[in-house]
């Protein structure tokens, strides 16, 4: 029933006042015909861009032939995902979930019922980051504990340490006898575009592997393709025990996926951790066909090309216009640009000349451009921008 003090779409979001009706590739339209030009992805999901034909041809072969049979059976679709990813990745073994947050969720419990079928039911804790997203479900928020998700949710799950960014005293400190993992985001996405450097990447493999914990990456935004590495730890040359992927992995279809060496995963055996929908037909052909385009030889080598191309544009802005931009920070087609005065008052300008970025902590935008950005975008992206920070007095 109709009531007047509250919308029938729980207000939980604060939305801009825009309704898009198609997209293609970097660009999205409102129901009047009014272009956007789109470097947010739908916070770094839409990596293909809006409407892949290639993805759209996939999915709507799928929904003719078969939607969901549930996990009571084998799934071709989902095997076939999974042998990919395997092939491709540090991974021996491949959880599909239907979303981010179900995807930390289930690197949370794999860590617990690792070290319980291992007889070590004390080693429990997970280490965590100050800044830190992981979702929005009770384990999460727990998990990443930021004053705003968690107020007004207690109680907290209980088992998380987390210790501030870039605190490599705290960090050692928090690692004890009971420590399970340690959970990061190589590129904190939500946290402002921060990222760890590589010698530190390297630096928490060892400090797992000395102390026998597991590894865990949260590459659920920097991951899939996005810093012009399939994955963001590649660069480092070394691979966790479990990640978590998410986001650009589906392209918009909501599906996410826990990957994980077998001796890390050797406690989720059958009956341990479920899903109805995990891993449906729908959704592992959805990320066959994400992972068509996106294993294709000259794909990643294109991201990197465009990241450049952008974030030499941004390092640009930011000198010629030092009273609005503080800093560009970030990697590949993950770009944050820190602004001086007001993001989100900057953020509205920019949406009212017809560009869409996202804003994230630290008075940070980020840009997030669907991989597929062509030059001519990058530039149009970088005039936009330009212009709106000389009609700005810093
Ligand atoms: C978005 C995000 C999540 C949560 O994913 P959902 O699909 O929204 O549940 C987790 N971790 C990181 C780093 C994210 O950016």
Redesign the pocket.
């Given at each position: 029933m109709r009531n007047a003090a509250i919308p029938a779409v729980m207000p939980n979001y604060n939305r801009l006042p825009v309704a898009f009706d198609r997209g293609r590739g970097c660009e999205l339209w409102d129901a009047a015909g009014r272009r956007w030009l789109d470097l947010t992805a739908g916070?770094a999901v839409v990596g293909l861009g809006h409407c892949h034909p290639h993805l759209t041809a996939a999915l709507t072969d799928q929904a003719e032939q078969l939607w969901h049979t549930s996990n009571l059976y084998r799934i071709s679709e989902l095997e076939r995902l999974s042998e990919r990813l395997v092939a491709r990745t540090f991974a021996e073994t491949v959880l599909l979930t239907n979303?981010?947050?179900e995807a930390?969720e289930g690197c949370i419990k794999l860590a617990r019922r690792h070290f319980h079928v291992r007889g070590l039911p004390q080693r429990n804790r997970i280490v965590t980051f100050e800044g830190a997203?992981?979702?929005?479900t009770m384990a999460t928020i727990s998990a990443a504990g930021g004053a705003k998700m968690v107020d007004g949710f207690a109680p907290l799950l209980e088992g998380f340490d987390r210790v501030p960014w870039g605190d490599h005293e705290a960090l050692h400190q928090a690692v004890g006898p009971n420590t399970a993992a340690i959970l990061i985001?190589p590129i904190q996405?939500?946290g402002g575009i921060r990222e760890v450097p590589i010698p530190c990447l390297k630096g928490l493999r060892d400090l797992c592997d000395r102390e026998g914990i597991l590894l865990m990456f949260?590459e659920?935004?920097c991951g899939v393709g996005r810093t012009g590495t399939l994955f963001v730890h590649e660069q480092a040359g070394i691979s966790p025990d479990v990640m978590?992927v998410?986001?650009g992995i589906g392209n918009g279809f909501p599906v996410?996926a826990v990957l994980a060496t077998a001796h890390a995963a050797q406690g989720l055996t059958p009956g341990t951790h479920g899903s109805t929908y995990a891993g449906n037909p729908l959704a592992a052909r959805v990320c066959n066909a994400v992972l068509d385009v996106m294993l294709a030889p000259e794909f990643l080598p294109r991201v990197q090309a465009a990241g450049e191309r952008l974030e030499a544009g941004l390092r640009d802005l930011t000198a010629r216009h030092p009273g609005v931009f503080a800093e560009v920070r970030g990697r590949g087609l993950m770009l944050g640009l820190k602004l001086q005065g007001d993001a989100l008052a900057f953020n509205q300008a920019l949406f009212e000349a017809g560009l869409l970025l996202v804003p994230a902590a630290e008075n940070v935008l980020r840009l997030l451009p669907p991989l597929v950005i062509s030059d001519a975008e990058i530039d149009e992206a970088l005039t936009i921008l330009d212009a709106t920070a000389r009609k700005t007095t810093p």
């Open positions: 916070i979303s981010g947050a930390l997203f992981h979702g929005r985001e996405g939500e949260d659920v935004q978590a998410a986001k996410g």
